[in-house]
């Protein structure tokens, strides 16, 4: 089980390509999302980008010529605190948003999980990986009250 009852730290930066965003997604409930998520201690930071920015990363370190809607770098992967990096593709997300029918900050949530999940280890390369992944964020996004988004496609 992901969730611990050992003392975890998070040292959290957040940075928004967009100010207004802070208004949308303030940093006390990325915290909260994260710390859903997490089973050791961190130091992370969640960077929201647009749409020139989303598709340079996801170009210059996955060779993908498009913005995807989320991307973790892991630093640490072995040592503890967890060290990592979640970037949050916006215009991306806004049109993940219209096209599927979501709640823009359930479909945040969704991804910051999914992010914390790569963050921990998890991949989904293979079916297998895929489904326990799946499963962890359904089960994780439970607590937040959110229900299963792969319900949605």
């Known amino acids: 089980m992901l969730l611990s009852n050992h003392k975890k730290s998070l040292l959290l930066f957040v940075q928004y390509e967009d100010s207004r965003l802070k208004k949308f997604f303030p940093y006390a409930l990325l915290k909260y999302w994260v710390k859903v998520a997490l089973c050791s201690s961190a130091i992370l930071t969640?960077?929201?980008?647009?749409?020139?920015?989303?598709?340079?990363?996801n170009y210059n370190y996955r060779k993908k010529k498009y913005a995807t809607n989320i991307l973790t770098f892991v630093y640490s992967k072995?040592?503890?605190?967890?060290?990592?990096?979640?970037?949050?593709?916006?215009?991306?997300?806004?049109?993940?948003v219209k096209k599927y029918k979501k709640i823009i900050e359930e479909h945040v949530a969704h991804l910051i999980i999914h992010g914390i999940l790569h963050a921990q280890g998890y991949c989904h390369k293979t079916t297998i990986e895929a489904n326990k992944m799946?499963?962890?964020?359904?089960?994780?996004?439970?607590?937040?009250?959110?229900?299963?988004p792969y319900n949605n496609h």
């Open 46 to 57: 969640i960077r929201f980008v647009d749409i020139i920015e989303g598709q340079k990363l």
């Open 78 to 96: 072995k040592n503890k605190p967890i060290h990592a990096d979640i970037v949050l593709c916006v215009d991306v997300l806004q049109f993940e």
């Open 134 to 148: 799946k499963k962890n964020e359904i089960r994780l996004l439970k607590i937040l009250n959110i229900s299963n």
